[in-house]
C-alpha cells in the first residue's frame, strides 16, 4: 500500500522509521517544512522514503501530496494541525492525525462529502489511551475511566525535571485548562486543582499526577461515562512550579505593551522553556495507567491498563516517538488495508472496537511496546 507522512519532526520520524519497516507498505512519502530534516530522514530509510519540502499553509500542494494514497499520517504540531486535515478533507484522503484539536469533530460533514476520513487524536494519549478506556469499560453502566500518562527523562535535570518529548506549544496547552467528565457531564476544572500521587515499580518510584485536558475526542464519544478524566504524570515538585508560572501569568496569551512592541507573556515562556527542556540526555521513559470500573453481570469489574517504554538505544528513538508514532502507523495501515469502517471522523476509540483494539495492541506487542491487563471482579 501507498502511505503518506506529513511532519518529519520527532514524532513523524519516528511513524515514517515505523512505516518504512512494514512489509505490506510499498511506498512511503513524508513532507516537511524543513529539508534539514528531510535531509535527515533520507539519511536513515535511503530509497524505502522519497520526501517533498512542503509548507502546510499551501493546501493545494499538500492536497496534491496526499491524493491517490491509501492512507496518511499528520504528525504535525498544533497550529499547523487544521490547514493539513482539511487538504486531507479535500483529497479525499484517509488520515490519521496524532494530535487533536476540537475543530476536528466538526470536520465530519466536509469527509464525508470528499469519502474522506480522519482519525483525529491518534497517538499514545490521547489514543491509545482512549482506546483503553473504552475497551476497559466495554459492556458496562457506572463506569468510570482514569487515565495516567507522561512521558519522562530518565535522568531528570532542574529546575523542572523534564525534558521535552513533542512541541512546546503542546505542552503549554496542557498546563493552562482541563476538561473533565463527572457524573456523566462534562466540565472544566484547573490543571493543578487536584495533585496526587502515583507510584510504579522501580526504577521509576513514586510520581506526582495533576489533571489535563488530553482526552482528546473521548470528551464526545464517552462523556456518558460516570466519570472520565487524564492526569499528567510527571516526577515530584514539577507541579507546584509550573503552577506558579502559570497563576503569575507566564502563559497568558493577551498582550501587554513594551517599549519595544506588543508581546504575550506566552510567546517569550515558549521561547524559554523549548530552549531550556531541550537540554540533557535525549533518552526517555513513557509511563501510562488506565483504570477503569464499573458493573458488568451483576460484579463490580476493575480492570487497570499499565504501560511502560524506554527510549530505543539502538535506533535511537524516543519512547514518546515509538509509542506515539506506532500507535498512528498502524490505525493507518489499518485504514489503508480497508480494516476500518466508515468516512467521516472516525475517534480511536469508536472506529475500533474489541477486534481492532486486540490487533493494535498485539501489534504493538511485537514492535516490544507491550500493554499489560489486569481485571479483578466483585
Known sequence: MKIAVV????????IAWDLARSGDVDELRVSDISEARLSDLRGRLGDRVSTQKIDVTDPARITRFLRGMDAAVSALPHGAVHPADVAAMLAGAK?????FEDEQMKLDRRAKEHRAVLVPGCGVAPGLSNILVA???RGMTEAEGHIYVGGLPQKPEPPLSYRLVFSVRGLIREYVSARVVRDGRVVGVRPFSEVERQRFEPPIGMLEAFVTDGLG??????NHLKQLDERTLRYPGHAEKIKFLLEAGFFDDRKIRLPEGAVAPVDISEHVLRTLLTKGDPRDVTVMRVKTTGWRDGRRVSTTFELVDHYNEKNEISSMGRTTGFTAAIVARMLGRGEIDGIGVLPPETCLGQHGT???LSQLSD???AVRRRTTSS
Open 95 to 99: 488520515l490519521v492525525n496524532i494530535a
Open 7 to 14: 511532519g518529519a519532526g520527532m514524532m513523524g520520524s519516528a
Open 135 to 137: 475497551e476497559g469499560t
Open 367 to 369: 514492535k516490544g511496546v
Open 217 to 222: 475526542s473521548s470528551i464526545y464519544t464517552l
Open 358 to 360: 486486540s490487533r493494535l
